[in-house]
C-alpha cells in the first residue's frame, strides 16, 4: 500500500527546472533513499512535499488526499515530518525545549489554560518532558537534555533534528543528509537508529544521502535523480548494477563497494 | 570576595539576614534623608538583591510586593520630595510595563518594531478622547468627557484597542522580515503619530497638535486620583500582573513557538507552528501592555498631544530591552529601571548640582554641555559599550532548566503509545 505519491512533479526557478515530472510511489513502512549528485533536485523534492515550495506542476497525495498547497506547518500537521540537510536547530533553546517544541500541535493548552496554569495544563506540560526526554533517550542523547543546542557536536545535532521530529508524531519522516558530518561509529549508530525507527514506530522513512553504504544497506527502494529527472529506481541490486547511475552517480568503483 | 559570595550562596539565612539589614537601612535612611535621591534608589536597589537571592519564587514575591506597595511609599512620604518620588517610579512602573511588551515581540519572537510607542500612543488616545470634551465632536450620541469611573473600563478597552492594532499592523508587515520589518514599524510609529498630529479636520477627532487637555482623572469609590502617589497604585497592579502574564506565557507552548520561530522560522514551520498566528499573537499581546499603560498615562498627564509619542520614546524602550537583556524578563525590568532613572533623576540631579556649582562661581559648564542634553550622546555611549561588552545584556536571557528526576519519573507509553518502544534506547 502506498502511502505518499508524487505525480509528474516539476519545479522551476526561474529558467531553471530543479524538477521535472518526478513520479515517485512510496509504500507504507518501507525505507526509500533518494541519491544523486549535489544539484540533482533531491531537497527541492523534499521542500516541495513537506510546503517549504510549491511545485510548478503536479501532485503530491498524501494517503490519497493531495497536499499540494497546504503551509509548511499543515504539512507538519497531516503527519509529515523533516529533517534539515543545513541544521536548522533552535540554537538558543535547550535540548529539551526543542523536543517540546516539536509537540506543539499535539498540546491542547490555550491562553486560558495557560493563564490559570490549570491543572489540565501543568500536567500535560509535566508529560511533554517526559515524553521530550524520553525521544531523547530513544536517539542517545539524554544526557544533554539541558545544554544549548547550539553547543553540540555535528553529530548529536543530527540526532536531535531527528528526535524533534519525531516529537510531531509523524507518519512519515524525511531524513535530507543525516549522516553528513557523522562520523563512522555515529553512522553506525544512525543506521540502526532508521531500522529501529521503522519497526517500532511504524514509519515511513524517505532519506537522501551520500553515503553509499548506508543507502545500499538501509533502503528497500531507491530513486535516483540527476538534473531534475529521475533516471532510475529499484531496489538497490538494481541501482547498483544501472549503466545510467553509475555513469551518473555512483562512478565505476561502486560494483564492487559496499 | 569570591569566598564570601560562595558562603552567602549556600546559606539562606545569612541572605535573609544581609536582604532584611539592607532594606532596614535604606529605608531608615530614606525616611530620615528625604532629599536624598541616593536613598531612594538604593531602598529601590533592594528589588535587585532579592533577584539574586535563592528564596523560593513565592518568597521573592511577597518581599518584593510588601517593599514597592508599603515600604517605599511610606519611607518617601516623610518630605516634599514625595510626590517627585512617586512620579519618578510611577513612570519607571509604566516604562517597565512597555518593555515587557516589547520584549515579547522582540526579545522571544525576534521581531524587530521601531515603532512600538505607537500602541502607547493608541491607549492614551483612546482615553484621551472619550474622557475630555472632544469626543463630542464625533460621537452621535453621549454625553462627554465620561465620568473618571469609566477609566477602568478604558484600561480594558486600551488594551483591546491596542491588541487589534498590533494585529492590524502584523498582517501587512510580517511580509517582511529583518530590517525592512524594523523600517516599516518605525514607519507605522510615525503615521500613527502624524495621524495623531493631523485628525482635527475633516472631523476633528485628536484635536490636533494642540492636544487634548484636562482628561478626566480615574475615580474610584468617590475617591479622585489626582497625584503620582496614587498612581503609583494603579501602575503597581497592573505591572504585576504584566509580569504575571509575561512569565506565565514565556514558560508556555506559546512561548516556546516564539522563541522557535525567533530561532529558525523554517524549522518552527516544519514543527507545526503556524507562523502568522505566532507573530501576530506576539504583536498583540505585546501591545495589549503598552495600551493598557497608554490609558494611565493618559489620566495621569490629564493631557495627551503626539509630541510625547515619538521615534525616540520608541528608541528608548528599545534601549531598555537591549541594555537588560533581549529576552528576559528581570533583565528587561532592571533595564526599564536604570533607563528611566537614569533619564528622569540622575541625568537632572547632575544637572542642577553643576548648575549650582557654576552660580556659585566654582566651575563654569557651558549650557551645552548640561548633562540634561546630553542624554541622546550618554545613551548611544551607553549601547555601543553593551554592544562590545556584554551583548547579552546585564541579565541575559535564562533557558528554563530542568530537573532529571522530574523528566524520568514517568515511564508509560513512548511515542504515541505504540508498543514495543519502550525498553530501546540507542547508546550501545
Ligand atoms: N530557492 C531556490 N532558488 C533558486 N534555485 C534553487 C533554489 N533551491 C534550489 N535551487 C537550485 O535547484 C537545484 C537543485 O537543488 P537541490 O538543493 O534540490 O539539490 P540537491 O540534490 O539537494 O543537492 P545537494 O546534494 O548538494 O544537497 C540547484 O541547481 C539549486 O541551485
Ligand atoms: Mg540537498
Known sequence: MSILTVKQLTKQFGGLTANSNINMDVQKGSITAVIGPNGAGKTTLFNMVTGVYQPTSGDILLNGESIVGLKPHQVAQKGISRTFQNIRLFGAMTVLENVMVGMHTHLRSGLFHTMFSTPFMRKEEKEAKQEAYRLLQYVGLESLYNEEAKSLPYGAQRKLEIARALATKPKVLLLDEPAAGMNPKETAELTKLIYHMREQLQLTIILIEHDMKLVMEISEHIIVLDHGEKIAEGTPDDIRNNEKVIEAYLGKGATTAS | MKKWLNVLEQNKRLQAIVIAVYIVVTFISLYLAQKSVVAFLLLLSSLLLLHFTTFSHRVKWVIGIVVLSVLLPLAASQGEAYQSYMEVATLVGIYIAMALGLNIVVGLAGLLDLGFVAFFAIGAYTYGIFATTQANNFMPFGQYPLSGESFWVFLIIGCIVAAIFGI??????????????????????????????????????????????????PKLFGLEFMYPSQFYYVVLVILLLTIFVVRRLEYSKIGRAWKAVRENEIAAQAMGIPLVRTKLMAFAVGASFSGMMGVVFAAKQTFVDPTSFTLLESITILVMVILGGMGSVPGVILGAALVTILNLQ???????????????????????????????????????????????????????????????????????????????????
Open chain 2, 168 to 217: 492590524l499592523l502584523g498582517i501587512p508587515v510580517l511580509r517582511v522580515k529583518g530590517d525592512y520589518l524594523a523600517i516599516v514599524t518605525l514607519g507605522f510609529g510615525e503615521i500613527i503619530r502624524i495621524i495623531f498630529n493631523n485628525l482635527d479636520k475633516p472631523i476633528n477627532i485628536t484635536n490636533g497638535a494642540m492636544g487634548l487637555a484636562s482628561v478626566q482623572p
Open chain 2, 346 to 428: 540622575v541625568l537632572t540631579e547632575l544637572t542642577n548640582w553643576l548648575n549650582q556649582l557654576s552660580l556659585s562661581g566654582v566651575v563654569s559648564i557651558p549650557d551645552a554641555l548640561s548633562p540634561a542634553k546630553m542624554q541622546r550622546f550618554i545613551f548611544g555611549v551607553i549601547l555601543i559599550l553593551f554592544a562590545l561588552y556584554r551583548p547579552q545584556g546585564l541579565l541575559p536571557a535564562k533557558n528554563p532548566r530542568f530537573d532529571e528526576k522530574e523528566l524520568k519519573s514517568g515511564a508509560t507509553n513512548m511515542v504515541d503509545g505504540k508498543e514495543g518502544a519502550k525498553d530501546v534506547y540507542f547508546n550501545g
